[in-house]
């Protein structure tokens, strides 16, 4: 059964790099039929996809955090990884990393978040 | 980017009452919807792609259709471990976005 479980700071400065880490199990990152991807929410709202990476290293990026973000993917280690520069308190949010389908593109399963929270 | 509007925000209901969540989408996108459930402190869960499939293990309370933009979760006879809150999400192209978001209460 496959399984991915994020992992890093639970707390960043202001203007500085959140970076995160998502890693799969059951499973290999180098499937053909999947992208992986990121999902934030922050306390209390809703959900805002953040980008989407294939095993190949191929990416989508939210545009509005474009400008902020690298996304990268590990196959040696199963795992993929997100970068959002210069955060704020509005990056404050739980994280998830996701498993989306090339064919549906639905997100299926996801790991159980975590939170960050941008706070000097 | 294609924006989807989900209503109501929140709905209170009964064990074993029927509900309907409607999320309209901005533009034309077939079939390429799925919904989630989402309880507190836990990850969403896919319930539907393809705005009409139920996802393997989701129960036949569940069901999802579409109308031009319109598209439509109802869940036939609450239950208790339905009370969540439900989203809607885009699948048709890059950025993938959400709906706002459905909370079903309890009454």
């Known amino acids: 059964q496959l399984q991915l479980q994020e992992s890093g700071p639970g707390l960043v400065k202001p203007s500085e790099t959140l970076s995160l880490t998502c890693t799969v199990s059951g499973g290999s990152i180098t499937s053909s039929n999947y992208y992986w991807g990121w999902i934030r929410q922050p306390p209390g709202k809703g959900l805002e996809w953040i980008a989407s990476v294939y095993y190949s290293g191929s990416s989508y990026y939210n545009p509005s955090l474009k400008s902020r973000l690298s996304i990268s993917v590990d196959t040696s280690k199963n795992q993929f990884s997100l970068k959002l520069r210069s955060v704020t308190a509005a990056d404050t949010s739980v994280y998830f990393c996701?498993?989306?389908?090339?064919?549906?593109?639905?997100?299926?399963?996801w790991g159980q978040g975590t939170l960050v929270t941008v706070s000097s | 980017d294609i924006q989807l509007t989900q209503s109501p925000s929140s709905v209170s209901a009964s064990v074993g009452d029927r509900v309907t969540i409607t999320c309209r989408a901005s533009?034309?996108?077939?079939?390429?919807l799925a919904w989630y459930q989402q309880k507190p402190g836990k990850a969403p869960k896919l319930l539907v792609y393809?705005?009409?499939t139920l996802q393997s293990g989701v129960p036949s309370r569940f069901s999802a259709s579409e109308s031009g933009t319109d598209f439509t979760l109802t869940i036939t006879s609450l239950q208790p471990e339905d009370f969540a809150t439900y989203y809607c999400?885009?699948?048709?192209?890059?950025?993938?976005?959400f709906g706002g978001g459905t909370k079903v209460e309890i009454k």
């Open positions: 393809a705005a009409s």
């Open positions: 533009q034309v996108i077939s079939s390429w």
């Open positions: 996701a498993r989306q389908s090339t064919k549906e593109n639905s997100l299926d399963p």
């Open positions: 999400q885009q699948t048709k192209s890059f950025p993938l976005t």
